[in-house]
């Protein structure tokens, strides 16, 4: 099995020490409710290391949603929505709207990035992953 680089990793939702097991159960978008797995299938890393450990993903997640707002509001502003007062429901709208599509985007990489860059001592560590231990080591 390939081994992913970090970024790889981080892009697609998986463990950060053995870049394997998935994270998330599912896909990102659906009529489901996000969940995060308990135990990483590969390499049984306990995701929630500690209680109270997701709560820093909700500052994570609060910078996301911050960037995005700003992103959004001058996007509409480039594309045409006049600074007036008129607009201001209009504004409020469009940014709401991108929000709530962006909700289960931010919900996840929060997380992740919680996991991947934010947690000490949680570090990528070759070999613990399950496929990787049963591939015999060559020699050379
Ligand atoms: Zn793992």
Request: hydrophobic share 40%; charged share 20%; with cysteine.
């Amino acid at each position: 099995m390939k081994v992913l680089t970090e970024f790889e990793a981080v892009i697609q939702c998986k463990c950060p020490r053995c870049r394997q097991g998935d994270i998330f159960p599912g896909k990102m978008y659906g009529f489901h409710l996000q969940r995060t797995n308990e135990y990483c299938s590969s390499c049984n890393l306990r995701f929630e290391r500690e209680p109270g450990y997701y709560y820093v993903a909700m500052f994570v997640s609060y910078a996301m949603n911050v960037a995005e707002i700003i992103t959004v509001g001058v996007g509409a502003y480039i594309l045409g929505l006049e600074l007036k007062y008129e607009n201001l429901w209009s504004f409020v709208a469009v940014i709401l709207g991108v929000v709530f599509l962006l909700s289960p985007f931010n919900y996840r990489y929060s997380r992740v990035i919680l996991m991947h860059w934010l947690t000490p001592g949680l570090r990528y560590v070759p070999g613990s992953g399950k496929s990787e231990n049963a591939e015999p080591e060559v020699k050379k």
